[in-house]
């Protein structure tokens, strides 16, 4: 659900990192997306705690940069 590598590029230049600005975004259109699957109510759930753990990381990456 969430990516967690960097897309290929067909330019073929290696791509550092996202940013924090970056990452915040990918999470927004993936929670933008997270919807029940009533086949699989279970699926809906793990994707809910994937993206939360993954809000969490980056706010301690923050905190730590923080002055």
């Given at each position: 659900?969430?990516?967690?590598?960097?897309?290929?590029?067909?330019?073929?230049?290696?791509?550092?990192?996202?940013?924090?600005?970056?990452?915040?975004?990918?999470?927004?259109?993936?929670?933008?997306?997270?919807?029940?699957?009533?086949?699989?109510?279970?699926?809906?759930?793990?994707?809910?705690?994937?993206?939360?753990?993954?809000?969490?990381?980056l706010a301690r990456t923050l905190e730590g940069e923080s002055p």
């Amino acid at each position: 659900m969430i990516p967690r590598s960097i897309p290929w590029r067909a330019t073929g230049a290696d791509r550092e990192a996202p940013s924090p600005a970056e990452r915040l975004a990918t999470l927004a259109r993936a929670i933008g997306r997270l919807a029940p699957d009533w086949r699989d109510p279970e699926r809906y759930y793990e994707a809910r705690s994937e993206l939360a753990e993954e809000v969490r990381r980056l706010a301690r990456t923050l905190e730590g940069e923080s002055p």
